[in-house]
């Protein structure tokens, strides 16, 4: 979008917040860049040019912003409906692959070269991998700046720095301000707030807007005993991180979702960020979605009574792929129970002082180890669930952000026991595709009806083509017309 001017420009006259996370715009005379939604007067047209993220206006020698602070801005919608390198390449960066693989790693994980991915990623954002995960420190440096106590040498090494120096070097390049300047503008909100040691308390934005009873209750009626739990207006779950394991909190607020993370180890922290956002489908553009909707006359008053609705994902692919298969054809209680046992025997324990979480979903190395005798299902299931974790723990499927979308389809298809329906609800939720759709749903297939909709797979996926790229999201539409539990937030 950055290389439309014009439409820029009146993105940044009318202050649209929808654009935020799209584009960026640099002020030639100031030397700053900010987001559209800038509270700021706008500079003049000729003043301003236009880069698709922060790291390229930063590559161009230009500081955030310290009234609209751009590096926070929601991120890209673009990264959750493509599947191609870039878009890949994007959700990995996110996810800390830079920072611990380097370069090398993140190509070998997309199966490119260094030298590809490094073109395609400049081609399309203005900045190569390594200027964008130094965007992303930058980013993590100011947030633990702002919000604990942390020493600086600690933050430095926590945000992914390799050095002080280089970690001083980067906060005043981009914010203007040595890292001390940074802290002492926040401290007055860092004394109110208090601190507890390991314990992080931040704000994640989404754009407006977010209807949270689907998101929220559908997590929270499916939650594992032990891994997850509802809990004093918060949905609470252990998360599995690269250097330990870590607790979060995530509560719906109006403009925002506030989220209490504990780690064992603070450069866990952009990571489990990543997947928090990613869980909750918070960098989507609802607005997009929901104007191809209503284009329906059957879905626009379902979006029109209450817009905004998001597709729950998932903080672990492999873990999700396990529970869509202890979930196949039987209820969503029996379920969460199947899931509790396999919790119980083969999770990781956690200690959880704030609650009643106690494991870490178990690994498919570990549930690959297990006695498939001891499994309370039917046989061909025990088939279809012990094919799933070998594979998993052996490499030979990937789920992961960097998944190719038609190849992990094609790989899971070709798994005993897998049907179109569990392919594609590992698909909507694990994958991230947005035009997964589930014609085979009992629930959705009971709500096509009532609305006069075609009810068999075939006609009602013919009419779903209108719907398209947005599926997923007609799914969490027409799911919310039934009084199941998980259209609904908790008490």
Not at 117 to 125: C, G, I, P, S
Not at 314 to 339: I, P
Not at 404 to 426: C, N
Request: charged share 20%; net charge positive.
């Amino acid at each position: 979008m950055h290389t439309d001017t014009e439409r820029c420009v009146r993105a940044v006259r009318s202050k649209d917040a929808r654009f935020d996370g799209w584009f960026f715009t640099a002020v030639l005379t100031t030397g700053i860049y900010c987001r559209p939604s800038c509270p700021v007067v706008p500079p003049k047209p000729g003043n301003m040019v236009f880069h698709p993220s922060a790291a390229a206006c930063q590559q161009a020698g230009f500081r955030a912003c310290k009234r609209c602070r751009p590096d926070t801005s929601p991120g890209s919608p673009e990264w959750n409906h493509r599947a191609d390198l870039v878009a890949r390449a994007m959700r990995l960066i996110a996810d800390g692959t830079v920072d611990r693989e380097g370069v090398t790693g993140l190509a070998g994980r997309l199966g490119y070269s260094p030298r590809q991915v490094e073109r395609q990623l400049l081609a399309e954002l203005g900045a190569g991998p390594l200027a964008l995960a130094r965007a992303q420190r930058a980013q993590t440096a100011r947030l633990l700046v702002e919000t604990t106590d942390l020493p600086m040498a600690e933050i430095a090494f926590a945000a992914g720095f390799t050095s002080v120096r280089t970690f001083n070097d980067t906060v005043r390049e981009v914010f203007a301000l040595s890292p001390s300047g940074l802290r002492s503008r926040s401290a007055p909100q860092n004394a109110a707030a208090g601190t507890t040691p390991g314990v992080l308390s931040l704000r994640l934005p989404f754009r407006a807007p977010l209807h949270p009873g689907n998101l929220f209750g559908h997590l929270a009626a499916t939650a594992v005993p032990g891994v997850e739990e509802w809990r004093d207006g918060a949905y609470r779950r252990t998360l599995r991180l690269p250097y330990g394991p870590g607790i979060v909190a995530l509560t719906p607020r109006p403009d925002h979702i506030a989220c209490r993370l504990t780690l064992g180890d603070t450069r866990d922290l952009t990571v489990a960020i990543s997947r928090c956002r990613r869980l909750l489908d918070l960098d989507a553009d609802p607005v997009a979605v929901d104007e191809q909707l209503r284009t329906d006359p059957v879905l626009a008053p379902l979006v029109d009574r209450a817009p905004g609705r998001r597709v729950p994902r998932t903080v672990d692919e492999a873990e999700f792929a396990v529970r869509a298969v202890l979930g196949q054809q039987v209820s969503t209680a029996a379920a969460r129970t199947h899931a509790a046992r396999l919790v119980t025997a083969h999770g990781t324990p956690v200690d959880d002082p704030e609650g009643g979480l106690t494991h870490l979903f178990p690994t498919p190395a570990a549930l690959a180890a297990l006695d498939p005798e001891t499994l309370a299902m039917p046989r061909t299931r025990r088939t279809t669930f012990t094919t799933l974790v070998r594979r998993l723990a052996e490499g030979e499927l990937h789920l992961g952000v960097a998944s190719d979308w038609p190849e992990a389809r094609a790989r899971l298809l070709a798994l005993p026991g897998f049907g179109p329906w569990t392919v594609d609800v590992i698909a909507m939720r694990a994958l991230g595709d947005p035009d997964a759709f589930l014609p085979t749903d009992l629930g959705i297939r009971r709500a096509a009806r009532e609305l006069g909709l075609p009810s068999t797979p075939a006609a009602l996926t013919a009419r779903a083509a209108a719907w398209r790229p947005w599926r997923a999201y007609a799914v969490q539409y027409l799911w919310a017309t039934d009084s199941h539990p998980i259209n609904f937030l908790p008490a």
